[in-house]
Each structure stands twice: as C-alpha cells, then as structure tokens.
T-cell receptor, first 113, second 119 residues
Framework: AQSVAQPEDQVNVAEGNPLTVKCTYSVSGNPYLFWYVQYPNRGLQFLLKYITGDNLVKGSYGFEAEFNKSQTSFHLKKPSALVSDSALYFCAVRPPNTDKLIFGTGTRLQVFP | DTEVTQTPKHLVMGMTNKKSLKCEQHMGHRAMYWYKQKAKKPPELMFVYSYEKLSINESVPSRFSPECPNSSLLNLHLHALQPEDSALYLC??????????????????FGPGTRLTVL
C-alpha cells in the first residue's frame, strides 16, 4: 500500500534555530515527493518537490528537503526558523502511474520568538 | 502566475438548499481537482478532471456533483448536504495528467478554498 507518515503532530522551535519536519513514505517504484504548507483558513501552498536527481531539493521561503532512499524519508528543513513559518505542513507522495496525491497527516510547526 | 481562485470564500447553507462552488485557473492546466478538508486533517481527494473529462471519482456521494464546463473552470454542485459535509473545499490544478512522459511529476496548485457550513 502507498502511504506517507508524518510522525510528529507538532514541532516546536525557537526563532533562529534550525527546524526539521519529518516525513517517511512507502511507495512501490520511484516516488514523487512534495511538501506543502497551509496557513490558517487558507489553501495549500507548494514548497518543493523531489522527482529525481540531487537528493537535496531547495524550495520556497528558504526551505529545503533531503531525499533519503535507504531510509525512505523526505524531511523538510530550514537553517533558521522564523515566527512567520508557524503553520501546518503536509508531506505528500504521488506514486508512479497514478493521478493521486497521498498526503501525510500533517505537522504543526510552532516557532516561538 | 500560479493562481487558482475559488468562490465564494464562505458559504452557509441549509440541508435542503442547492448551491455551487466555483474554481478557476488561467495557467493552461488540463487537470483539475476537488478536495475536502476537515479541520486539522489532510485534504481528501474527491474528483479529478483530465482534459475536461471526469477521470477519478473517489466514491463521493451523489449529493456532490462536479462539472467542468471548460478547461479553465471547475464547479461543484451541492444539493441536500448533511452537517457532516461542513468542511473546507479545495480546488487544485496541474499542467496535465497522464501516465507517460513523467506527468505524474506535475505539481498541483491549490486555491484558497471555500469554507462550507451546512446547518
């Protein structure tokens, strides 16, 4: 079965510190992996995606993600968190040969001043 | 420009009402999607349109009726909804769907959503 797991419901980090939001996946074949962010009462905003190539993917707003095939992970990272990064983050996978995005359960990031 | 627009932003309706949600994109995308999202939960796929044809219906109750009048517009017609249908309804679009040529790598771009409350 194709699935995505975000093991942390919430991540707390102080402003200026590095942040990591974890994501692991289970997909048959090569996965296409995405990160989205959602601010309160808003739609999802695309941050970045991994398709192939370099395992370190750079995205919007200073975010990056590292694809690790052996650990089946795609963790989202940022070197220095901002209070404005506080939001709900979703990891998603699009298995090959399908039109569907499979979302993780989401991780709420709280950045404290 | 990666904008998907949705109207209305908020909608309150009774269980006997008929209403419609609208979604529009002008990015030339040929795939459009409807998702339902409950509070603090991930979006759940409802429908996918590919080249204006319904390609996926995730066993959605018939009280939800999608329509794709042209490649830029997507509607969701609502009738006889239940209070448990209250949710944020998200529209998304992507350049195209297709299993060949790497189209599965397409990014889906989401609209801001319509907050629906069924009384």
């Amino acid at each position: 079965a194709q699935s995505v797991a975000q093991p942390e419901d919430q991540v707390n980090v102080a402003e200026g510190n590095p942040l990591t939001v974890k994501c692991t996946y289970s997909v048959s074949g090569n996965p296409y992996l995405f990160w989205y962010v959602q601010y309160p009462n808003r739609g999802l905003q695309f941050l970045l995606k991994y398709i192939t190539g370099d395992n370190l993917v750079k995205g919007s707003y200073g975010f990056e993600a590292e694809f690790n095939k052996s650990q089946t992970s795609f963790h989202l990272k940022k070197p220095s968190a901002l209070v404005s990064d506080s939001a709900l983050y979703f990891c998603a996978v699009r298995p090959p040969n399908t039109d569907k995005l499979i979302f993780g359960t989401g991780t709420r990031l709280q950045v404290f001043p | 420009d990666t904008e998907v627009t949705q109207t209305p932003k908020h909608l309150v309706m009774g269980m006997t009402n008929k209403k419609s949600l609208k979604c529009e994109q002008h990015m030339g995308h040929r795939a459009m999607y409807w998702y339902k999202q409950k509070a603090k939960k991930p979006p759940e796929l409802m429908f996918v349109y590919s080249y204006e044809k319904l390609s996926i219906n995730e066993s959605v109750p018939s009280r939800f009726s999608p329509e794709c009048p042209n490649s830029s517009l997507l509607n969701l017609h609502l009738h006889a909804l239940q209070p448990e249908d209250s949710a944020l309804y998200l529209c998304a679009s992507s350049p195209g769907v297709g299993l060949a040529g790497g189209r599965a790598t397409d990014t889906q771009y989401f609209g801001p959503g319509t907050r629906l409350t069924v009384l």
